[in-house]
């Protein structure tokens, strides 16, 4: 069992006796950090061509929070962590890349909970992670993960507003000009750009590259068992496939990404953008928007 897989087990045995929303709930003060070491090549050329990024130059915009992904898990699948890991949901991820990185490089990663909040749906939990080169920041994110359960009373939806104090406020905080979309346009109204077909292994392909194999993913047998009819797509993966089409990846300041429903698979979605690329969504049968995403250049 490798120890990813490992954390998981951990994760489910221990989700049952962990209460979500309690007032008295802290985070966990550690911060695993993978040692620095350049990026495998085979693992980075698996990735690139799953989710349709070039198999040159720097890194996908995406890949650090891959690789982080093993300590991330092992990180809130802890006994300190206050929140159960089964049923935790991937709401949104913040993205800034403060300078392309190449994959022979040495990157140092790191990973921390950020903060806690209620959420209109129940706590929401602010995961960073920070890739460094010797000692300099040239990447950071923030996503948050919903646990569903009964708020104790009526709050804010904070996934749409997070916050940049503290600890990874390198991530730039929303203002007017960064908190909104760039294009007027709403996700319905964006133009088609592609569509996609997606397989119903897709979620098992992913895995395999991204090492992220949560059940929801890879059957339909053990998606049912977590209330979905079939095995959904990763999340990260509809973000990165997304970001593969965006024009010019070393001018991008921020990246904001929105997941709003699961895409079953196997389906068919749209891929749909503004002139510049700079907003987008992923549209389904019927026009349904699973992710919105949006693009801050530098400049």
Same mark, same amino acid.
Not at 87 to 104: N, S
């Given at each position: 069992?490798?120890? #990813?897989?490992?954390?998981?087990?951990?994760?489910?045995?221990?989700?049952?006796?962990?209460?979500?929303?309690?007032?008295?709930?802290?985070?966990?003060?550690?911060?695993?950090?993978?040692?620095?070491?350049?990026?495998?090549?085979?693992?980075?050329?698996?990735?690139?061509?799953?989710?349709?990024?070039?198999?040159?130059?720097?890194?996908?915009?995406?890949?650090?929070?891959?690789?982080?992904?093993?300590?991330?898990?092992? @990180?809130?699948?802890?006994?300190?962590?206050?929140?159960?890991?089964?049923? %935790?949901?991937?709401?949104?991820?913040?993205?800034?890349?403060?300078?392309?990185?190449?994959?022979?490089?040495?990157?140092? %990663?790191?990973?921390?909970?950020?903060?806690?909040?209620?959420?209109?749906?129940?706590?929401?939990?602010?995961?960073?992670?920070?890739?460094?080169?010797?000692?300099? @920041?040239?990447?950071?994110?923030?996503?948050?993960?919903?646990?569903?359960?009964?708020?104790?009373?009526?709050?804010?939806?904070?996934?749409?507003?997070?916050?940049?104090?503290?600890?990874?406020?390198?991530?730039?905080?929303?203002?007017?000009?960064?908190?909104?979309?760039?294009?007027?346009?709403?996700?319905?109204?964006?133009?088609?750009?592609?569509?996609?077909?997606?397989?119903?292994?897709?979620?098992?392909? &992913?895995?395999?590259?991204?090492?992220?194999?949560?059940?929801?993913?890879? &059957?339909?047998?053990?998606?049912? @068992?977590?209330?979905?009819?079939?095995?959904?797509?990763?999340?990260?993966?509809?973000?990165?496939?997304?970001?593969?089409?965006?024009?010019?990846?070393?001018?991008?300041?921020?990246?904001?990404? =929105?997941?709003?429903?699961?895409?079953? #698979?196997?389906?068919?979605?749209?891929?749909?953008?503004?002139?510049?690329? =700079?907003?987008?969504?992923?549209?389904?049968?019927?026009?349904?928007?699973?992710?919105?995403?949006?693009?801050?250049?530098?400049?």
């Amino acid at each position: 069992m490798t120890s #990813l897989s490992a954390s998981l087990v951990r994760g489910a045995l221990l989700s049952p006796l962990k209460r979500a929303g309690r007032p008295d709930a802290a985070l966990p003060p550690d911060r695993p950090t993978r040692p620095a070491a350049p990026v495998a090549p085979g693992p980075l050329a698996a990735y690139g061509r799953i989710c349709g990024f070039t198999e040159s130059g720097a890194l996908p915009l995406t890949y650090p929070h891959v690789l982080a992904f093993p300590d991330t898990m092992r @990180l809130m699948t802890g006994r300190a962590f206050p929140l159960p890991v089964l049923g %935790l949901v991937h709401t949104w991820i913040e993205i800034a890349p403060h300078r392309p990185v190449e994959p022979t490089e040495p990157l140092e %990663l790191t990973v921390y909970a950020q903060e806690l909040n209620p959420h209109r749906r129940g706590t929401e939990v602010t995961m960073t992670t920070e890739a460094r080169v010797a000692g300099e @920041l040239v990447w950071e994110s923030r996503s948050g993960y919903l646990s569903r359960h009964a708020p104790r009373r009526p709050e804010p939806d904070r996934a749409s507003t997070p916050s940049a104090a503290g600890a990874g406020a390198n991530l730039p905080a929303p203002t007017a000009s960064t908190a909104g979309r760039p294009s007027a346009a709403s996700p319905e109204e964006l133009p088609a750009r592609a569509e996609w077909s997606l397989p119903g292994d897709l979620g098992r392909r &992913y895995g395999a590259v991204s090492r992220d194999r949560n059940p929801i993913h890879l &059957y339909p047998l053990t998606a049912r @068992l977590f209330g979905f009819p079939r095995a959904i797509a990763h999340g990260m993966w509809t973000a990165a496939r997304c970001l593969a089409e965006t024009r010019d990846p070393a001018a991008v300041r921020t990246v904001r990404i =929105d997941f709003r429903a699961p895409v079953l #698979l196997p389906a068919t979605v749209t891929y749909a953008a503004d002139a510049a690329g =700079d907003a987008f969504a992923l549209r389904g049968p019927g026009g349904r928007v699973h992710l919105v995403g949006a693009v801050i250049r530098k400049g």
